[in-house]
């Protein structure tokens, strides 16, 4: 490498030690900007036309000559290697290839720093765009999943213990609420994404008579930034989007968990079919639940990078350093893991996942599930609540040691145990009146279950 191959060569004496010159480098993964960055430059020369700064038919050269590199790109003939240091440099040093001397002028009133902000904003957002369609995608699949199952109960669980029978539906709903916050949070962060930071320069703003609100528009943003110095060295909507991005990543690990331990003989609820499994080099018997465990396993890096860009940002002054350069990794691992996870958690839930109606039938009749409303049938009844409960789990230490559930107990043994027992006990601990009479808002009973599945139906419509 000579010392005259940088732009900024001219300033030094000696040629960069090739290895600093790879370990400075972005280019080997900011090329993958190189779309938005030539969007960015081409608002900016048609900004600098309309300012005055260079001529119209410059600015028509520069926008021509940069989308010729588009196709070059997308042609895959445009590969620049570490000598072009990062993507910026490499479409400026191409631009000047293409189009001769008026390339040049392409950074007038501007800097590679306001000019990566602008670049990983416009990537964020169109990225933000497509992961909002995948969570609309995903709440469709559980929804449509739930409306199959409103009838299907399944124990739920408090401690991993048997708590209360649950209608299916209302636990796949569940997963549909806290994704509608993934969208919600999403979208109010893309406001924030979408602030322009292009002609801040380096820091101080510059000494041409720009139109940042003229750039801003042409590239879809809200607004410029209104400090410059903040402009060039805020990455909060990256952190915000890794948080984001976390938190998507926690529901979707949780559900792969219950669905690893639902796929487990244990529980047997249920059955993964041959599209979504995969097998064991050595266990013939094996039928393994890749999918979510990757997905319980991939949260781990995204919360990693999140933690990355906080300790990053945590002590840098005003206003660019290089540092900075480490947001992107960070942003496009978490992105391309939360993509990929939220593509095969869908397809895992659209045709992965069988459950098993009759093993999850069996499972609710077999349990002390139905203890709570006992005690809730007597207190309706006008027991004291707290003296039905005690009455309650004396009957189950007694079942539990007789190898009985309070079903089998005959109506002589409930009125021994209290008269205003009766012979529509049977009725009110059997495992679909339990579900169906908790119908309360927000609740497991079928009613409730219907109205929730009609109302997120409603708003992903609405969408
Ligand atoms: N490759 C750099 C980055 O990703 C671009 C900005 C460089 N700015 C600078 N002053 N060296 O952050």
Known sequence: MTAQSQPWSQRFEQALHPAIARFNASIGFDLRLIEYDLTGSQAHARMLAKAGIISPAEAETLIQGLEQIRQEYRAGQFSPGVEAEDVHFAVERRLIELVGEVGKKLHTARSRNDQVGTDIRLYLRSEIDQILQQLQQWQRTLLDLAESHVETLIPGYTHLQ??????????????????????????????????????????????????????????????????????????????????????????????????????????????????????????PQKKNPDVPELVRGKTGRVFGHLQALLVIMKGLPLAYNKDLQEDKEALFDAVDTVRACLEAMTILMAEGVVFQSERLAAAVAQDFANATDVADYLASKGVPFREAYNLVGRVVKTCLAQGKFLKDLTLEEWQALHPAFAADIYDRIAPRQVVAARNSYGGTGFDQVRQALATARDRLNDF
Not at 186 to 200: D, E, K, S, Y
Not at 237 to 260: K, P
Request: hydrophobic share 45%; aromatic share 8%.
């Open 162 to 283: 048997r708590a209360q029978p649950l209608s299916l539906a209302h636990h796949l709903l569940a997963y549909v609420e806290m994704t509608q916050r993934d969208i919600e949070r999403l979208q109010q962060i893309r406001q924030r994404v979408n602030v322009c930071p292009l002609g801040a320069g380096a820091l101080a703003g510059t000494t041409f008579p720009i139109d940042r609100h003229y750039t801003a528009k042409l590239l879809g943003f809200r607004e410029p930034y209104r400090n410059s110095l903040d402009a060039v060295s805020d990455r909060d909507f990256a952190i915000e989007f890794l948080c984001a991005a976390s938190l998507i990543m926690v529901h979707l690990s949780r559900l792969a968990e219950e669905i690893i331990l639902w796929a487990s003989e244990e529980f047997a609820f249920v059955k993964l079919s041959d599209t979504c499994a995969t097998g064991s080099s050595i266990m």
